[in-house]
């Protein structure tokens, strides 16, 4: 199967048709079965009939993903909740990640508050994985930091927290003008966290519900390589059209990062010795606190390519520091 490209057709018939064990990150954000108004899928099946279509295309992510590789779905909890009992008899897990986003009332329930991102490893042992980092959360106004880190000031990381598994930072397309012919866009940076999360550049992604092409653009943005399969003919051509506007640009020097209009959004913890070459980082916490770090490109107009993860041992005391805060 030739890779970088969209592929016309049915989920199901193109993936059996790949070789076992041949993607780094497999990425699916299916129909939610809500009767949204897709051109070319009946988003309003049985129970019954929905989940046993899902379960097939998760056995057949489980098996194009290598064993150093993973497995991430995106869906509301009601469905997840079923598609974590299939994986966890044939995956590691590793997170649910609630992905913070208002909806609508439903009517005697709570208020739905989060979309649900499942995290598995085809093998926990060999998975890659890398910590991720996203900017501390700042007032708009004032810039002084949301938290109060009290007496851990001290800690700070200059550019910002590792992520957690509760994501409120990354926001939904919301301007039409923003967004795609699609009832169900999700934003880049969403998928260029979980790229940077899980996979390295020149490795292989899979998204057998491409849509638009977003996973697709995130990865190519990222230096990956990509294979998407999308059922609608528009959304192909739309796809395609993006993909044809998109270079392998999201770095600063030589290390990959997730950017929106000139700043960053997310980055690998092991590439921050070699990003903060780019900032003026203060010497005190207190200043860390009180304002953002500043970014000037001419600060660090050459960066070497970084080599092996720096090591606890290998790394300097106020790294050491602030690897945590």
């Known amino acids: 199967m030739t890779l970088d490209t969209v592929v016309h057709g049915d989920c199901l018939a193109v993936l059996r048709q790949l070789p076992s064990e041949m993607a780094d990150l497999t990425f699916a954000d299916p129909p939610f079965n809500l009767s949204k108004k897709y051109r070319s899928y009946d988003d309003q099946r049985s129970s019954d009939e929905y989940l046993d279509w899902c379960r097939r295309w998760l056995q057949e992510l489980l098996r194009i993903t290598k064993p150093t590789g993973s497995i991430v779905v995106h869906n509301i909890p009601r469905w997840l909740t079923h598609y974590a009992a299939f994986l966890n008899e044939r995956a590691d897990f590793r997170h649910w ?30 998975q890659k994985f890398y910590e991720i980092r996203h900017p501390h959360r700042r007032c708009r106004k004032c810039g002084v930091l949301h938290r109060d880190y009290g007496g851990k000031k001290h800690g700070l990381h200059p550019f910002g927290p590792l992520v957690s598994d509760v994501w409120s930072d990354l926001h939904r397309v919301k301007h039409a003008s923003r967004r795609d012919p699609h009832p169900c866009q999700l934003p880049e940076t969403l998928l260029e966290r979980l790229l940077l999360m899980t996979t390295d550049a020149g490795d292989v992604v899979v998204d057998p519900f491409a849509g638009t092409g977003t996973t697709l653009v995130a990865a190519k943005k990222l230096g990956r390589r990509y294979l998407g399969i999308e059922i609608d003919a528009g ?33 690998r913890d092991c590439d921050w010795p070699y990003l903060q070459a780019y900032y003026a980082i203060p010497a005190s916490a207190a200043a860390i606190e009180a304002a953002p770090i500043a970014f000037d490109q001419r600060l660090a107009p050459m960066i070497a390519r970084p080599g092996p993860a720096l090591t606890e041992a290998s790394a300097t005391p106020a790294m050491r520091r602030r690897k945590t805060a």
């Open 97 to 126: 990640i609630a992905w913070e986003a208002l909806g609508m009332p439903l009517g005697k329930t709570l208020m739905p508050r989060h979309y649900g991102i499942l995290f598995y490893a085809r093998d926990k042992r060999q």
């Open 235 to 267: 959304y192909v051509a739309v796809a395609r059209e993006r993909l044809s506007q998109t270079q392998a640009t999201s770095r600063i020097g030589e290390v990959w990062v997730s950017q929106v209009r000139g700043a960053l959004v997310t980055i």
